[in-house]
């Protein structure tokens, strides 16, 4: 049995797009041990889809966390026999440079680093979208099939949100600092207006931070459930796969949402390209991208045509 690392520290979509690899990975070494490298978000998902036997969150530790870096120098240096990195950022890299320090052989490598044993050496690499540049990674190590994201397995108890179908999954959020990935509030509640009219509730989700955005939302549109800040990662997951649909902007918990396969209808701006880092599901047909260069020209009407559910 050799012992076999993973290398993915996210964040969420990027997270959420390596599911399918994790799946290949796993199926590749069926009688192998493997560990995954992550961070604390994401490692109750990463120990519930059966991937791993083991997940470490120290993936990222801090510039002058002494302890941490020591810890992840002895996570490194455990023995492994391959490291198939999916992050592919100069911080993995690095991590190759500092496996076999000071005395242990270093693993083989599926990666960018100098001197991977499997590189990816493609130079338009960063010009295919994130699924189709993990299979060419894994191709070149010996592995495929990769399926696309699948969270159809996740399944939590989420009676305590009190949830009755037919509903709908809004998500207004996403980064703090990229407010032009973000489609305007007052058509996210015009959405939520037209779904509360057609007897479908809209349920808002985001992260605590973003409570006060999701609220404007719901005051503009009383009937609508705003669980900001209230979800897991598996109870998103769990709640998607109840819901007859979602909309939302490029952001991660969308990512988890198109995973459980439901339709989906994704917002972006010409801030970026859905040709590189589109939600996609387990079926290739359940995800309608719509763009704009400027997401305050997308129409309420518009994106509403796409949901094909009002």
Known sequence: MADILVIKLGALGDFVQALGPFAAIRRHHAGDRITLLTTPPFAELARASGCFDAVETGGRPGAFDVAAWVHLLRVLNSGFGRV??????DRSSFYHALMGFPFSRRPEWSGIAAGSSH????????SLHTIERQREQLAAAGIGPVPLPDVTWA???????????????LVPGGSAHRSEKRWPLDRFAALARRLLAAGMTPVLIGARDEMALLASIAAAAPGVRSLAGETS????????????????NDTG???LIAAAGIPVVVLFS???DPELCAPRGPRADTVTVLQASSLADLAEATVARALDLV
Do not use: M
């Not at 198939?84 to 950022?89: P, V």
């Not at 590189?119 to 960063?126: L, S």
């Open 119 to 126: 590189p990816h050496a493609n130079p338009e690499r960063d």
């Open 233 to 248: 990662l598996l109870e998103i997951a769990t709640l998607a796969r109840g819901a007859r649909a979602a909309v939302g």
């Open 270 to 272: 010409g801030a970026s």
């Open 84 to 89: 198939y990195d999916l992050q592919t950022s």
């Open 155 to 169: 399944k939590v108890d989420v009676a305590r949100f009190d949830l009755k179908p037919p509903y709908v999954l």
């Open 253 to 255: 918990p969308l990512h």
